[in-house]
């Protein structure tokens, strides 16, 4: 590996510590360890999407009740994207992170609406926009909005 080597941790996650050492060793296979360094996880622009998001889709009666741990985004904001009858995705609802679901009703549509997300958080910063799989299932709506 090269001095300049950038190693990165795809499983980081904000506003937790990690600690790392690197083990290195040369041609002759003399091995040392690297002093520990602990890492805070605060940058801004891009952070990581949320994990846990599911997406459950009831075909009969045209709902997709989305579902999250709502104390992983207690301070955030999910933003859905959807597609139109075009097929291109556009920003369709936010819900506070808190609330743990959201359901959309899209039955009556003249076609079956596709979602991303993206997480929006305090500070100003996001995550990417991402797709979430879906799950198809039977579901008794929770609430009204369409």
């Known amino acids: ?24 060793l040369d041609k002759s296979n003399n ?9 805070e996880v605060m940058f801004m622009g891009l952070r990581p999407k949320l994990t846990g998001v599911k997406a459950l889709r009831d075909t009969a009666m045209g709902i997709v009740r989305f ?11 999910l933003e859905f994207y959807r597609t139109n009858e075009k097929g291109g995705y556009s920003t369709y609802r936010s819900i506070e992170g808190a609330a743990g679901m959201w359901e959309d009703k ?18 100003g910063t996001h995550s990417e926009i991402f797709e979430v799989p879906e799950t198809k299932v039977r579901i008794n709506p929770v609430n009204e909005e369409r």
């Open 31 to 39: 091995a040392r360890w690297s002093p520990i360094r602990e890492i």
């Open 106 to 123: 899209y039955k009556g549509a003249a076609y079956t609406p596709s979602y991303r997300l993206k997480i929006l958080y305090r500070d």
């Open 1 to 24: 590996m090269a001095q300049d080597t950038v190693l990165i941790d795809t499983t980081a996650e904000f506003g937790h510590y990690y600690e790392y050492k690197i083990l290195a």
């Open 67 to 77: 579902e999250w741990q709502p104390e992983k985004a207690k301070d955030c904001m």
